[in-house]
């Protein structure tokens, strides 16, 4: 006759399994930990994953309770059927399967990475340079009743949501030009400056386009990276300035898109662009300025240099030519890179685990079967 065992054994087999599941972790831990070569050591890119491990003794404890539970659910309905050896045996490594598992899957998450692995690549960076026309024109609000310059920082925004890895730099310009942003990779503190972005940045009025050229060459580097100017005016009241710089950004192939905002009939310029009821700008013989957008002036701009002129009348400007060209200079100025990254070896502990869920399904199977 088979020695019978009572539920109140589990928690020494629950203890000892709790032992071999920590010495398990802790043993591939330190054997892969135990190196003079900090770059080859074993980290966690997500550590905050392997606090869930203490659940794993309270399972076990659940587990423990759910026998003693059946155990006396059998004393009360005057059937004790104690438990076998064999039926023991079976649950313990039924359950022990279960928790290995689990504490692999909680493993995987904290997305363990070991050593370093060789990959190639290709570095597709990119500077773009902004200049944003401040002139009082911009004021206007022709755009669905919205102000160009609004329209213009929005654009702006939303260009730069669509952007990913390349360097901007923002540049406003009226009768002068002046830096507001070198170039930088930081996404959210260019979109803060150009919230920031007033027609009373610069007190000098006009639209001087050459200047503004001038200033986004210079943010360049001197990587081979391709280069950008993305130009956002309404073309009116510019100056025309000969100047080499034309010639330069030909001559350096920068690529040059230019977004005229505003309409053909155009509006009054408000005296005060923050305040909706304020007066608009008189000339001297008292009469209202109206300020239309000049079209023609942004497509011989961009003739002249070889670029790309959008014209809109829209609150919301389709971007998709521009990011199209943007994506194309990329692709054509790619460079091709040998570089090393960390290997990670979650799919390693993802396969323990699924390795013990199949256990631990063969062993429920049996017991059913037995």
Not at 31 to 57: D, G, Q
Not at 191 to 195: G, K, N, S, W
């Given at each position: 006759m088979n020695k019978l065992i009572k539920p109140h054994k589990y928690i020494i087999y629950y203890l000892f399994s709790i032992g071999i599941i920590g010495t398990i972790c802790a043993a591939l831990y330190y054997?892969?930990?135990?190196?003079?070569?900090?770059?080859?050591?074993?980290?966690?890119?997500?550590?905050?994953?392997?606090?869930?491990?203490?659940?794993?003794?309270?399972?076990?404890?659940?587990?423990?309770?759910?026998?003693?539970?059946?155990?006396?659910?059998d004393q009360q309905m005057g059937s004790p059927n104690y438990l076998k050896n064999q039926t023991v045996i079976s649950t313990i490594a039924a359950d022990f399967f279960l928790m290995l598992s689990m504490s692999f899957v909680i493993i995987a998450l904290a997305q363990p990475v070991y050593g370093r692995k060789k990959v190639s690549g290709n570095s597709k960076n990119m500077e773009i340079a902004i200049c944003v026309d401040v002139s009082n024109s911009m004021n206007v609000?022709?755009?669905?009743?919205?102000?160009?310059?609004?329209?213009?920082?929005?654009?702006?925004?939303?260009?730069?949501?669509?952007?990913?890895?390349?360097?901007?730099?923002?540049?406003?310009f009226a009768g002068n030009a002046m830096l507001q942003l070198p170039l930088t990779s930081d996404y959210n503190t260019a979109?803060?400056?150009?919230?920031e972005i007033q027609s009373t940045h610069i007190s000098n009025q006009g639209t001087n386009i050459v200047e503004a050229l001038e200033t986004a060459v210079l943010m360049f580097t001197k990587s081979n990276d391709p280069k950008c100017i993305l130009m956002i005016t309404d073309g009116e009241d510019h100056e025309r300035q000969a100047s080499e710089i034309y010639n330069f950004i030909r001559e350096q192939q920068i690529a040059f898109y230019c977004i005229g905002i505003g309409t053909n009939t155009g509006g009054p310029i408000p005296e005060d662009p923050l305040d909706l009821n304020t007066e608009n700008k008189r000339d001297a013989n008292g009469f209202t300025v109206n300020s239309k957008l000049n079209p023609n002036y942004i497509k011989q701009l961009a003739k002249m240099l070889n670029g790309t002129a959008i014209i809109t009348s829209e609150a919301y400007p389709d971007l998709n030519a521009i990011l199209t060209e943007i994506n194309r200079a990329k692709s054509t100025k790619s460079r091709n890179l040998d570089f090393e990254i960390k290997a990670s070896i979650y799919e390693y502990a993802v396969l323990i685990a699924l390795l013990s869920i199949v256990f631990w399904l063969i062993i429920k199977g049996l017991k059913k079967n037995g």
């Open positions: 054997s892969l930990s135990a190196t003079t070569n900090a770059k080859s050591a074993l980290v966690f890119t997500k550590p905050s994953y392997l606090y869930w491990l203490i659940f794993i003794p309270v399972f076990y404890v659940l587990l423990y309770r759910n026998q003693l539970r059946k155990f006396r659910l609000r022709d755009v669905q009743g919205e102000a160009r310059l609004e329209v213009a920082k929005r654009t702006i925004n939303a260009l730069i949501n669509q952007l990913s890895g390349e360097k901007i730099g923002l540049c406003v979109q803060l400056f150009t919230d």
